[in-house]
């Protein structure tokens, strides 16, 4: 399994560290070259995408948040707004199950 990360120069450089394959400031173009490419390969992957990343224009985010398959993409806040990232995930489960739902509780 391919583990990936796409975003920023500087939020890239940690994932570095880490030894994760990196694409630092890609465009457009690029991000969904390497998308293609693991689908085409039919790779298993782990692909962190920088937040702002996920709602750009690009066809094969798009295709592989609706078909979804091997390859899973997270979402993560840039450095400048990590404090104040929330997911999109963590927005649905407050409509539906309402905001008290993912409230921590001590002691249960």
């Not at 880490?18 to 457009?28: H, M, P, V």
């Amino acid at each position: 399994m391919k583990i990936i990360a796409i975003g920023s120069s500087a939020l890239m450089d940690g994932f570095a560290l880490l030894g994760i394959e990196t694409y630092a400031d890609a465009s457009a173009d690029e991000i969904n070259t390497v998308l293609s490419e693991l689908v085409r390969e039919r790779e298993r992957a782990l692909v962190y995408l920088q937040q702002d990343l996920m709602t750009a224009e690009i066809p094969m985010i798009q295709q592989l948040r609706i078909k979804g398959g091997s390859i899973l993409i997270c979402e993560i806040p840039d450095l400048q707004t990590a404090n104040d990232y929330q997911p999109e995930v963590e927005k649905l489960i407050g409509r539906v199950l309402g905001s008290s739902a993912l409230e921590g509780q001590l002691g249960h």
